[in-house]
């Protein structure tokens, strides 16, 4: 079975639909439309990119090429990741890189080699999907658990420096904030899968039962994707942090400044 | 015991503080004023290792605030910061937080110590049990200085430690702070503070001065 194509004709009703929020801002003068206008050109054109890009991967389906493509992503995830935490690339690139791999990677391992099991184990129709969903969400939690737990150092720099006279490790010192980083990340994921099915069906779930899989097959992918969604996240979350500890600050055991990036002129 | 010699800290630039020198005897109460944003908690950070120096020695008991004395030199001193903060979810873990480190721990101290520090500084011993967050100002602030106080440092470094607390418990800092030998360091803008200690700096554009 597949999924009813759309003809281009209604597939350009579409773009007309986005004339009706567009016209909300305009009113509001919220001044967002050209920032409006410009993502969704982005989003139109990198889906289409990689629509094409996915076609000729599918098609070669090499285990080389595979590889390739998820160091590529994790490098821009981690790009991203960096730059939306406000921290510098050129100091903290491999520890959050590594960190990010690290959650990602384990739990495709798991899915590919012991769960799904395709034939071959790195069929790109598998590999490549998984891979890119459990990026994506490393991404989003990693911004948030970074951007906490340094900028909530920086802020009660004085709280942290109270801890290291009172014996602390440096470890033991920034677990406080690092505990505070990672729940708050962690509680959108928390409460998503609280609802998850009853008010939305998610995206990926949405897409197979269009696609025309039978729904149960569909849920025991969702129920998958969940747990090694959250599995990947906490992994990546907590191996960036410590990963990053040794970089981020001095032999004094102090913040260092140059970690945060874009230093503002003062 | 505490010695700063021809120190210069800068800030992202402009300086902040130049040329300071003295020394601090053991013992001695020592009160740090100045406008706000003059640098007084730069000062206090610098001795723990907490800010970067520009030029010039800090010493602390003979030793230089440099990363391979650093660890001994926070051994000696208690920091109590100017804004008093708790993390854990009860006042009872944020006030034995020190003795969940491994520098501490076993060391834990009796339910007769603990209340005999709170009962110094007026505090009711229940609230203990209280949520951290629900802790009023003052009560924070007091639950700090206790917890510094329980670690039986000689060295104390308070910045505005009594802001937010009225007059009766504020004597009760004074007592046990500036009525006993240990070796304090302060910042304060507290008239009666300030009368209380035997030695009052003063720092004005980048420059310290002791007032006679
Ligand atoms: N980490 C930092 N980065 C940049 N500037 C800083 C930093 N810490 C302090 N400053 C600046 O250095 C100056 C001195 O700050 P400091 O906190 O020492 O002042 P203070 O005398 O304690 O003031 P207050 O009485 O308000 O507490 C201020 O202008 C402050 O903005
Ligand atoms: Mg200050």
């Given at each position: 079975m597949e999924a009813l194509d759309i003809p281009l004709a209604r597939f350009a009703l579409l773009y007309l639909l986005l004339l009706l929020p567009l016209y909300f801002l305009q009113r509001l003068k919220l001044g967002l439309g050209r920032e409006v206008l410009i993502s969704v050109v982005r989003m139109s054109v990198q889906l289409f990119l990689v629509g094409i890009y996915l076609k000729y991967i599918f098609a070669i389906n090499s285990l080389l090429l595979n590889i390739l493509w998820i160091m590529v992503i994790m490098v821009v995830a981690n790009l991203n990741i960096l730059k939306k935490a406000g921290l510098a690339v050129k100091k903290l690139f491999w520890p959050s890189l590594a960190g990010v791999a690290c959650g990602t990677l384990v739990v495709l391992g798991v899915f590919l080699f012991l769960v799904v099991r395709p034939t071959p184990l790195y069929d790109a129709r598998y590999m490549i999907p998984l891979a890119g969903m459990l990026l994506g969400n490393c991404m989003n939690g990693n911004i948030l658990s970074l951007e906490r737990f340094y900028s909530g150092l920086r802020k009660s720099e004085s709280t942290f420096l109270s801890y290291l006279l009172m014996g602390a490790t440096l470890k033991e010192a920034v677990h406080p904030f690092m505990r505070e980083a990672i729940r708050s990340s962690l509680a959108p994921t928390i409460a998503s899968m609280m609802t998850i099915g009853i008010v939305s069906l998610p995206g990926m779930m949405t897409g197979q039962i269009l696609g025309g899989s039978f729904p149960l097959v569909a849920i025991k992918y969702q129920i998958m994707i969940m747990i090694g969604i959250f599995t990947s996240l906490v992994i990546s979350m907590v191996a960036s942090l410590y990963l990053s500890l040794p970089f981020a600050f001095d032999r004094m055991q102090m913040l260092r400044p140059e970690i945060f990036a874009g230093k503002k002129k003062r | 015991m505490i010695s700063f010699d021809a120190v210069t800290i800068g800030m992202q630039g402009r300086?902040?503080?130049?040329d300071v020198s003295f020394s601090i005897m053991a013992g001695e109460k020592v009160v740090l004023c100045g406008k706000s944003g003059s640098g007084k908690t730069t000062l206090l950070k610098a001795l723990v290792g907490g800010a970067r120096i520009t030029q010039g020695v800090i010493r602390v008991n003979g030793l230089a605030v440099l990363s391979e004395n650093i660890l001994q030199i926070r051994q000696e001193l208690a920091y109590i910061p100017q804004e008093p903060s708790v993390s854990q979810e009860t006042a009872a873990e944020d006030l034995l937080l020190p003795f969940s480190f491994k520098a501490h721990s076993g060391k834990e101290p009796t339910t007769a110590q603990i209340e005999a520090v709170l009962g110094r500084l007026l505090l009711d011993p229940v609230i203990l049990r209280q949520k951290s967050a629900t802790l009023s100002g003052g009560e924070k602030q007091r639950l700090v200085i206790a917890r510094a106080i329980l670690l039986n440092k000689r060295i104390f470094l308070a910045d505005e430690i009594t802001s937010a607390l009225d007059a009766e418990s504020k004597n009760a800092v004074f007592t046990f702070l500036l009525e006993s030998e240990h070796t304090v360091l302060s910042i304060s803008h507290d008239l009666e503070w300030i009368g209380r200690c035997n030695r009052v700096f003063i720092i004005e554009n980048g420059i310290l001065r002791e007032e006679k």
């Open positions: - | 300086i902040l503080m130049q």
